[in-house]
Structures are given as C-alpha cells and as structure tokens.
C-alpha cells in the first residue's frame, strides 16, 4: 500500500502545528521534534510533515511512500518511466527516519521523493542541499544535483 506524503517548511512550528492537528481532527502528531512534526494519517491516508529550518516557508517537496521493497522499485521505474532525472538514496538518514529512497523533480521544479522506511533514527539527518547534517529543511535534492539514470 503507498501513502501520499507532503513536507511543508513553516515558520512558526507551533502555530502549524495547531493548525494541522485541528485541521485533522485532533490528531496528535506522530513523531514530535524541536524542529519538525509528522502526522501518518489513515483518513486521509497521508505522511503529512513540517519542519521549521530556515528555509522559505512553503511546499518543500512532495512524495510517495511504500511499504516494501518491490513498491519501492515499482515506483523508481515511475519516476524514471516519465523521463525524469532520478537520484537514488540507500539507508539514508532523513526527516528523523532511516530510509531508500529516490528522487526526482518534476518539469515545474517540484521535488518528488518514493521512500521506505526502515527504522526510526534520533537526528533530523543530512540534507542534500547542504552537507552539514541538521542544516537545511529536509533531504529533498536540488535540481541540477538530480543525474538521469538509465532504464535497464
């Protein structure tokens, strides 16, 4: 099964936070950190994330995430299929959560990301917009780092 996942970067983590528990009828969020909460939601079905990180506040990025490996790969030959460059990430520490992943942007510069989650991890992780962990919003690639891979 595959859950849409939505990163937004906020200003004011508290007050958003305020705001999307209501706007989900009181949900508490799932994970809860100094910088960032997460809601996984049933109803929506959706892995709804903000972070305060000193990035401009909007949508970060957008994705997909699946439960197993062969969803995983089913959604790369997706990303790659649409002719779109594509970065893959191996037990990569992102968004307090160790996952592989894969990255794309779309022709409108929307980072997209397909991801499992393998575990939980006790930092924020390392971003690919800067290389010093626990620097930027989240690990979401900017465009020209994102190579095309072949379709094999």
Known sequence: MKRMHIHIAVENLEASTRF??????????????????????????????ISQRGVKPGVDHLGIQVETDEELAEMRERFASAELPVMDQTATTCCYAKSDKSWTVDPQGVAWETFRTLETAPTYGQSRRDPEPDAAACCAPAPATITFRSRA
């Not at 999307?20 to 994330?49: C, H, I, Q």
Request: avoid cysteine.
């Open 20 to 49: 999307y528990t209501a706007m989900f009828g009181g949900a508490e969020p799932t994970v809860s950190k100094s910088d960032y909460r997460k809601w996984e939601l049933s109803d929506p079905k959706v892995n709804f994330a």
